[in-house]
């Protein structure tokens, strides 16, 4: 039966240790989110998440999914969804490798929706016009006019085209891309030349109708470089690369480069064939592992050689269940070798037959020794050297006990025989109690010890050390930080604490020194004498901040005016800091008083109507009431009635009748007076695993501790039921071992 707990178990941040999950064979009834247990069938532990039974089986190690690029979503918990990226500077589009600056060859894939809202991927030369995306494989030019001339065309693989203007300081380019000779000068005059752009020329400047510039600037896109040429479709693009060389490698010997033209042999080593993969092929390379004489078959006990690479080469049957030879070996003895033909004798040896009963089974059994039977209280068992019972003689059932013997520190030892008491007598100090028939509770009394009166510190004192050794001390040898905090003033008579260092805590006591030295100057009132206010005020490095002085003669002091108001007699002035040279330096206090108030002391007016007496300036409270005397006793309470002064006015006694709910911890006192051998009962127990303990306390309501017999004596749980109201059983999962657990209960309640 499992301890159950009717709450939830909090064991505040400590851990739970040798803890095992609930074990069972199939998926029980949910209790709700956050169950788990033990799949003993499986070999797994499940939870429970509030719908399903969820399996951990120790594989998974997902702690979080992130979105690459193009794709967006990911997260580290519960269902997590990716999904491509449509939209933004970071979409699947833009996030693909860039190819618009190299060529695209005609094979490169291309993404795209057929219709049927189906993604589907195509070469780019399959597309309408994609041809214009080819390879390029020449390249010539050609111009308009002649103010241009290229040179290095046609290019077929790689190399510069070079375009120079034509032309002389007197001609200029008309819109056409020609030069034009500047006409003789005619005596005419130009009062207006306009621009416009031609063919892949742009012209800025105009129109000029007195002086200015005109530039051309071409107007292909793209950039120009040493690597890009000026294309048909006036665009800068980018020579593609030929194919040039590439090296070859292998597990030893030198890398080789493979050059245009050249021809790499992939060529059959040890047991290894090459093959161009079919007729025409230029792309494809078969290797295959040659055969080797060996037939392919299954071999019985087979016989076989393997050459250097590893290969069968030769391989024969056997002889299929031959054996050449075993050896056996016994407790002593040399060991035996078996070899075929010959026959392994397993024999009896003391006590021991064995029977041979089938062609591959031997039986060894045990000799019979005697007759099987049941004896009564044997009086002699005789067995042999194997220790085997050869013989066993029946007795009398045992006799009853005829006496015992008692002992003890000192004095004889004791005969106890049948009709005999024994009398457990304690002596000064010791209480012995007969509790049961056969129960004597031994008990302290620490009030029959003698009193003793403590000379010396050499007196020896009892302890109890660590609540389990006791034994004696001198109280010399006992410091005082053993003992408790005093719980009342701490008087030292007359006399004085010596050798104590100053103080370091804001509650250490202090000593006279660290008083004398501390003190002065650090801002504590000390009494200095008077001062004459018509006189200079206190001043110099020996004037320390506390100093303190009553005004004996009146005046504002020297310099005129340095005291403001004027200091009267009786006045008190104290110094704000060390060697004050200023007004501002003393807090005065002046003697003449207001009245006072609810926060301010001052002068004060004590009515008489309110029930006080005024005399010679004494103040006391008129007499009312029954006057001076006492009421009650032991065997009476007490009753007062005070007035709105709360003077008492009267006063009676009557009978004590006081509830046991109107006393604090009447009964639990009451209580632990009676408690008794009726009320508790303490005891050992172990080599089981179930007990059942008698208490006889007639009630069900009694609390049960167990702790541990041995080590640091812990508390133990274990699973506590009442099955009547004088018994309890206690059971535990595992045998503890002998004398293992103490337990004690004790009765609670009437």
Known sequence: MAIKYLDSLDISGTEIQNVRAQSITSNPTPLGEGQFFFDSTLKVIKYYDGTNWITLDGSGDISGVTAGSGLTGGGITGNVTVSVDYAGADNIILEAQDLSASAIGLTNKIMFSDGSNDVSFANVSDLPFSNQL?????????????????????????????????????????????????????????????????TFVNVTGGTITSSGT?????????????????????VWATVPGGYTSFSLKADTGTANDILDGDTVDIGGGTGISTVIASAGSTSTVEVSLDNTSVTAAAYTSANITVDAQGRITAASDGGAGTMTDFDVDGDSGPTQTITNGNTLSIKGGTALTSVSSATDTVTVNHDNFGTAATSAYPSSITTNAQGHVTAV????????????????????????????????????????????TDKVSIKTDLSELPSLVATGFDNDIIFLQDQADQGKVAMSNVPLTLWGAPTASLSIGTQKLINVVDPTAAQDGATKNYVDTTFAGSGALIFQGGYAANTAAPTGAAVLKGFTYVVTVAGTGVPANYWSPTLEIGDLIIANSNNPTSAADWTEVNKNIDVATATVQGIANFPVAGGLSVLAGSVSMAITGPGAGSVGSASKSLSITTDVKGRVTART?????????????????????????????????????????????????????LYSNSGTYQDLKATITRPSINTITISVFANPGANAINYMIQKIGA
């Open 393 to 436: 003689t029946a007795g009398s059932a045992p006799g009853t006990m005829s006496n015992f013997s008692v002992s003890a520190d000192s004095g004889p030892t004791q005969s106890i025989t049948q009709g005999n008491t024994l009398a457990v007598s304690g002596g000064v100090g010791i209480v012995t109690t007969a509790v049961a």
């Open 214 to 234: 005109i530039t051309g600037d071409l107007s292909a896109t793209g950039t120009p470089s040493a690597t890009t040429y000026l294309r048909g479709d006036n």
């Open 653 to 705: 006694a009557q009978d004590i009748a006081i509830a046991a709910s109107q006393v604090t911890n009447f009964c639990a006192e009451v209580e632990s007076c009676v408690a008794g051998a009726s009320r508790e009962k303490t005891g050992t127990i172990g080599s089981a695993t179930s007990w059942t303990i008698t208490h006889n306390m007639g009630t069900r309501n009694v609390n049960v501790v």
């Open 134 to 198: 080819g390879t390029v494989t020449s390249v010539s030019q050609t111009h308009g006019g002649n103010a241009f001339t290229v040179g290095g065309s046609p290019v077929t693989s790689s190399g510069t085209l070079a375009i120079t203007m034509a032309g002389t300081a007197a001609q200029y380019i008309n819109g056409l891309g020609n030069l034009i000779t500047f006409p003789a000068d005619a005596g005419g005059t130009v009062t207006s030349i306009a621009t416009s752009n031609g």
